[in-house]
């Protein structure tokens, strides 16, 4: 007869997040001894975690944190969503986030090797959190932005998920709202640059290109190509560069309209997207 009762699995999956065989072998083998039984699934989970160095870490998180004129916007992943909901995974996650404010660092290597404060590294808490929750966790990407006045947003794609988008956007001005606003609409649009200034050349003569042979092959007539191709770059410019886009709330005015309207400026933004 099992040493444990099903309230003993839950505590212990709800504890170190690892999946319901899991637990229950490591209270077999523990004989009912919850303490003994986190000890099996951490020494376990370290010894798979070479083997998960391999794996593709598509799911997790975004978090951010603003203090004025600076903003910080982490992604950690893991493998399922099953763990990335989790209180543990997102526990980590914070600690992360934490370190990140804290260290200064600007990208993820820099985080990775950073002190967490009790003498160990940000790579050492995850590899603490690969073994006890039994995925591969990792640091993704880092951002940092300074301005006048950075703004956050943070977006959940399901009710169930911890936030999937974050948006960082730094303004110089003092309407608020608008700033808001604009980082919605940055993770709603998915702009890929701040201004027409950042577009690499090399990106606008392979659209030329593209649009031209495209045109060719449509038949339209020699004399026509000109303004046809530069119609289309035009048009790649309007949805990929954020002060060229429409509005997400009045498409009858460009965001670089809506800034001017309300006195700001904007200097910089980061979005991501988890596992993109």
């Not at 992360?96 to 940000?122: F, K, M, P």
């Not at 591969?136 to 943070?154: D, M, N, P, Q």
């Not at 911890?162 to 003092?174: E, K, R």
């Amino acid at each position: 007869m099992p040493s444990y009762t099903a309230a003993d699995i839950k505590a212990l999956r709800e504890r170190t997040g690892a999946g319901m065989m899991d637990v229950k072998k490591a209270l077999d083998e523990a004989e009912g001894d919850t303490g003994k039984a986190v000890e099996i699934l951490r020494v376990k989970g370290l010894k798979g975690i070479t083997k998960r160095e391999g794996r593709s870490a598509s799911n997790g998180l975004v978090a951010a944190h603003v203090d004025g004129g600076t903003g910080v916007l982490v992604e950690v992943n893991c493998e399922t969503d099953f763990v990335a909901k989790g209180e543990k995974f997102k526990e980590l996650a914070e600690k992360v986030l934490q370190v990140a404010v804290s260290s200064g660092a600007a990208d993820a290597d820099a985080l990775r090797a950073a002190d967490t404060g009790d003498g160990t590294t940000v790579q050492q808490l995850l590899d603490e959190g690969n073994a006890t929750l039994g995925e591969k966790i990792e640091v993704r990407r880092v951002a940092r932005l300074t301005g006048g006045h950075v703004t956050s947003y943070l977006h959940r794609t399901s009710p169930d998920l911890p936030p999937q988008i974050g948006v960082l956007l730094a303004v110089d001005g003092d309407d608020t709202t608008t700033a808001r606003d604009v980082a919605l609409h940055i993770a709603a649009m998915s702009p890929s640059v701040l201004s027409v200034a950042e577009v690499p050349e090399e990106t606008l003569e392979a659209e030329r290109r593209i649009a031209h042979e495209t045109a060719v092959n449509e038949n339209k007539p020699e004399q026509a190509l000109p303004k046809i191709v530069e119609g289309r770059v035009k048009g790649y410019l309007k949805e990929n560069v954020l002060l060229e886009q429409a509005f997400s709330k009045d498409n009858k005015k460009t965001i670089a309209k809506v800034l001017d309207e309300a006195g700001l400026t904007a200097t910089a933004f980061s979005r991501f997207r988890v596992g993109s």
